[in-house]
């Protein structure tokens, strides 16, 4: 080539670089200053989602050496970091993803687990203004000035898809106004082709069924943004609780205003009320813990195996204590925050107490018919989830023996293994098992909060009885018998935990384990024997 062509290309190549890095540079710079981010927030995932791919594609590999076993946990956390600061950075929806995928505990390493019990649900209020705008536009132009004779424009919480101001109608009621961020609505669409890539590629060069979960996400997005689904959700709750007599005077939902509701604004009645888990506010308020841990659990458990339409975040920050309304109940449970149900089909409701009353039974037939129909070809690690601690049936656990890291490598490798036949006929699974696990962990949580004040798996499975009754079956005298002496056997092992820990406080002022810790312990070690799965059993403190 010429002297002169060259110089010709090489000026050319490098318009070409300069005209590119400007127009990205200028495109990011714009970007970074929209509400909705979207250019820099793809980008920042696909390089991620890249680096994520790469990094365990090299090195996961099976080595025998103490050195590999630690570098396989350094990988883990590297890449635990990179997923969730990703999330964080990204804000919004994927908080909420992170949040799905924090709650799976049985199937993801100790670093992530970890690493999400610090996923951050907080994100700076929006201005006024924007406040104002989003109601103007979804109220036909009405001004809040319009319809709040008073508006408190600090919010009282703002988290990553909404922020709630307290306010007061012009008739006098004091209420909540949910606010949903603008920014929400545009980043939706492109989040959701984001995630769906990724798993796409991940299911390619992993060879791990993700994608089926998708659909699930999105769904699961799509309605915690959508307010109008929200409010007729608590209606559906608060008229459940309605229908079961034991509950009634003993549990709360806000009333919710229609006609200042739409899909990004939600006004509601605004309660004065403790969080579950803040002891010593509850105290000092005369509100009694236990009684009110005991309302809650009894409150999902109602849900689960009953009305069949569950809260999928239960976390003490909407779970509210206040007052009750007579002598006879002390103490009220406020339930908040329905922006995120699932309605089990019937089908699934009565497999699922049936499940829970046989896994009472130790009917191992009858838990593996019921695997069978759901595509889970391993009962046992089944089991050991839904109770969220060890089951073996009659078969006895290799106990007592000692893993090194071959070992360890070979048992996570073939815990994937598990995972592909866990969901073998993926279209078997039920969805519910999803959020109900969920459910279940985040009141074991709770639960696990206040030392355990509450046997939350005797709760559990007697509503479980009661959910066969709703529909036409009932135990038989004999069953009827087998499961109040398991219920029994479950009681006193509760007691004498509680005992044993009561008497450890007072002789020996040591801290205190409850039933939950030791359930968690138990567990941790079963499955880190079992299935070379080490589980941090903090990873879901309250
Ligand atoms: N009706 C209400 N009365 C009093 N406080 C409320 C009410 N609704 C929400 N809040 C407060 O706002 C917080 C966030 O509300 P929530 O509906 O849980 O929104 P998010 O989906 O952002 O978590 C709650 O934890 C509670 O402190
Ligand atoms: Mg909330």
């Known amino acids: 080539m010429s002297f002169f062509l060259k110089r010709l290309v090489y000026s050319k190549a490098a318009k070409f670089a300069l005209g590119t890095t400007i127009t990205c540079t200028s495109a990011y710079a714009y970007d970074s200053n929209t509400e909705a981010q979207v250019l820099s927030r793809n980008v920042r995932t696909l390089y991620n989602g890249i680096a994520l791919a790469v990094d365990y594609k090299f090195n996961f590999k099976p080595q025998k050496s103490e050195e590999a076993g630690l570098q396989i946990e350094q990988l883990h956390e590297r890449t635990a970091n990179?997923?969730?600061?990703?999330?964080?950075?990204?804000?919004?929806?994927?908080?909420?993803?992170?949040?799905?995928?924090?709650?799976?505990?049985?199937i993801l390493p100790i670093a992530y687990q970890k690493r999400a019990r610090?996923?951050?649900?907080?994100?700076?209020?929006?201005?006024?203004?924007?406040?104002?705008?989003?109601?103007?536009?979804?109220?036909?132009?009405?001004h809040p000035s319009e319809v709040f004779a008073e508006f408190d424009e600090t919010p009282v919480a703002s988290a990553s898809i909404a922020q709630v101001h307290k306010a007061r109608l012009k008739n006098g009621d004091v209420v909540a106004v949910k606010i949903q961020k603008p920014a929400i609505q545009k980043q939706m669409n492109w989040d959701l082709r984001a995630f769906r890539l990724l798993l796409n590629v991940y299911e390619r060069i992993f060879d791990l069924p993700l994608t089926w979960s998708c659909n699930y996400i999105e769904e699961h997005l799509r309605m915690e943004t959508d307010?109008?689904?929200?409010?007729?959700?608590?209606?559906?709750?608060?008229?459940?609780?309605?229908?079961?007599?034991?509950?009634?005077?003993?549990?709360?939902?806000?009333?919710?205003?229609?006609?200042?509701?739409?899909?990004?604004?939600?006004?509601?009645?605004?309660?004065?009320?403790?969080?579950?888990?803040?002891?010593?506010?509850?105290?000092?308020?005369?509100?009694?813990?236990?009684?009110?841990?005991?309302?809650?659990?009894?409150?999902?458990?109602?849900?689960?195996?009953?009305?069949?339409?569950?809260?999928?975040?239960?976390?003490?920050?909407?779970?509210?204590v206040r007052k009750g309304p007579n002598k006879k109940n002390p103490v009220q449970v406020v339930l908040l925050d329905h922006g995120l149900y699932?309605?089990?089909?019937?089908?699934?409701?009565?497999?699922?107490?049936?499940?829970?009353?046989?896994?009472?039974?130790?009917?191992?037939?009858?838990?593996?018919?019921?695997?069978?129909?759901?595509?889970?070809?391993d009962p046992n690690m089944f089991a050991s989830i839904t109770l969220q601690r060890p089951f073996t049936?009659?078969?006895?656990?290799?106990?007592?023996?000692?893993?090194?890291?071959?070992?360890?490598?070979?048992?996570?490798?073939?815990m994937k293994e598990r995972i592909k036949t866990f969901l073998k006929d993926q279209a078997l699974f039920p969805r519910e098992?999803?959020?109900?696990?969920?459910?279940?962990?985040?009141?074991?949580?709770?639960?696990?909060?206040?030392?355990?004040?509450?046997?939350?798996?005797?709760?559990?499975?007697?509503?479980?009885?009661?959910?066969?009754?709703?529909?036409?079956?009932?135990?038989s005298s004999w069953r009827s018998f087998v499961f109040e002496c398991t219920l029994f056997f479950m009681s006193l092992s509760f007691w004498l935990v509680r005992l044993?820990?009561?008497?450890?406080?007072?002789?020996?002022?040591?801290?205190?384990?409850?039933?939950?810790?030791?359930?968690?312990?138990t567990m941790k070690e079963k499955m880190y024997e079992q299935f070379g799965v080490r589980i941090d059993p903090s990873a879901f403190d309250a």
């Open 393 to 414: 049936g009659k078969k006895a656990l290799h106990t007592g023996v000692k893993i090194d890291i071959q070992d360890m490598y070979e048992m996570q490798l073939h």
């Open 433 to 475: 098992l999803i959020f109900i696990s969920r459910n279940m962990n985040i009141v074991r949580a709770n639960n696990k909060a206040m030392n355990s004040p509450v046997n939350r798996i005797n709760i559990m499975a007697r509503w479980a009885v009661r959910g066969i009754s709703r529909g036409e079956g009932s135990l």
């Open 500 to 521: 044993k820990d009561a008497t450890n406080r007072y002789l020996f002022g040591s801290k205190a384990r409850g039933l939950e810790d030791i359930l968690d312990e």
């Open 227 to 320: 307010f109008e689904i929200e409010a007729n959700n608590a209606k559906k709750a608060w008229k459940h609780i309605q229908e079961e007599p034991s509950l009634k005077d003993k549990l709360y939902v806000p009333k919710v205003y229609d006609e200042y509701t739409s899909k990004r604004v939600l006004v509601c009645e605004w309660v004065d009320a403790v969080q579950l888990t803040d002891k010593d506010t509850l105290q000092k308020s005369n509100l009694d813990p236990v009684e009110a841990m005991k309302i809650a659990v009894e409150a999902f458990a109602s849900q689960i195996f009953r009305s069949g339409f569950v809260h999928g975040d239960p976390h003490p920050g909407n779970v509210l």
């Open 118 to 142: 610090r996923l951050f649900d907080s994100a700076p209020a929006v201005p006024f203004e924007s406040v104002e705008r989003i109601f103007k536009e979804d109220f036909d132009g009405k």
């Open 82 to 106: 990179r997923v969730f600061d990703t999330f964080e950075r990204n804000g919004g929806l994927y908080i909420k993803v992170g949040q799905v995928i924090g709650t799976q505990a049985a």
């Open 342 to 377: 699932i309605q089990e089909s019937e089908k699934f409701r009565k497999e699922y107490c049936l499940l829970w009353e046989a896994l009472f039974m130790l009917d191992l037939e009858k838990i593996a018919d019921i695997c069978k129909e759901w595509g889970i070809t």
